[in-house]
């Protein structure tokens, strides 16, 4: 039997539509993002302030200087401890309230979505001024209660100090994006059928077996796109950063995304804004990131061949 194969410029017509409505995004993407990156990398063979054009050429000198500047190894390690505790801990606590709130029984489930992806709809800025009112010396409320409970004896100054102050920015992360993976666990969940669960019930497995056998096997494509987003969006870390601590104090929670802000437009004390050697670091990090992507898209295809070949 001969199979008539279409050929690509006969599948594209056929899909014509569907390339039309991605065209406006595909514009979009060009001008803001793939043109400013473009743009932006003739800019690190300068050193410019952002005012006029560039002439004082520096060559790959902006890409030693930032290799050889410890606060941005700093920044960078500070950016990995925030990846590596919000993700888990955000995916964890996501896709247990997802399974609670997923629950037929339960009264009033629209009700605590909407609370718990609150903080996601509300600006990253308006947060990081409340909470530093709660923390400062204005309000002084945390450790009016720490106070009261016996908890502390003395006054924190919770974001002044370097103890303190990246464990409050990790938290706060925590509690602001959890509402996005809660409602992709959610939708997650309610693609798998019911008459799964009921079978296995019939079957006499536990709650912990369902889960186990059936929701995390069927939550696995869906889980791995989750994951991507959370640790996309947690390497993204920047205004909540910028608005509690602008990355200090000495720079204990300064980030990579802070600290190529404070590059560019200057940072507190004398630091002149150099956009040159701002841009050069914005590559140099994108080239360390796309180096762990291809490490973890390795290793999740060697383990998908191990899962296959088993």
């Not at 001008?31 to 400013?36: L, N």
């Not at 908890?151 to 992360?173: E, K, N, Q, S």
């Amino acid at each position: 039997m001969n199979v008539r194969r279409e050929s690509l410029a006969g599948r594209m017509w056929t899909a014509r539509w569907s390339y039309a409505y991605a065209l406006p995004m595909l514009a979009l993407l060009l001008v803001f993002i793939v043109y400013p990156i473009a743009a932006s990398l003739g800019y690190t063979l300068y050193k410019w302030n952002g005012i006029g054009d560039p002439t004082d050429f520096v060559g790959l000198d902006n890409f030693r200087r930032v290799i050889d500047d410890s606060i941005f190894w700093g920044a960078l390690k500070h950016t990995f401890l925030y990846v590596a505790i919000v993700v888990p801990v955000q995916l964890f606590l996501a896709l247990g309230l997802a399974l609670v709130l997923n629950q037929k029984k339960l009264k009033f489930a629209s009700f605590y979505r909407t609370v718990f992806f609150l903080p996601v709809v509300t600006s990253a800025a308006v947060i990081g001024v409340v909470i530093q009112l709660l923390f400062s010396n204005f309000g002084d409320v945390i450790n009016n209660i720490l106070r009261d409970l016996h908890v502390t004896h003395g006054y924190i100054d919770w974001l002044g100090d370097p103890r303190f102050a990246m464990g409050i920015i990790i938290v706060i992360g925590i509690w602001h994006t959890l509402g996005y993976n809660l409602v992709y666990f959610l939708a997650g969940l309610q693609t798998i059928p019911e008459d799964l669960y009921e079978a296995a019930k019939l079957d006499g497995a536990g709650r912990f077996a369902s889960f186990r056998y059936i929701t995390v096997p069927m939550l696995r494509s869906v889980g791995i796109v989750i994951v991507l987003l959370a640790l996309v969006g947690s390497f993204q870390v920047f205004d909540m950063v910028q608005v509690l601590t602008n990355g200090g104090p000495y720079f204990a929670t300064e980030v990579v995304n802070t600290y190529i802000y404070h590059l560019a437009f200057g940072g507190t004390g004398d630091v002149d804004p150099d956009v040159g050697l701002a841009s050069a670091a914005s590559f140099f990090y994108g080239i360390l990131l796309i180096a762990l992507s291809v490490v973890q898209v390795v290793v999740l295809r060697s383990l998908a061949r191990r899962r296959a070949a088993k």
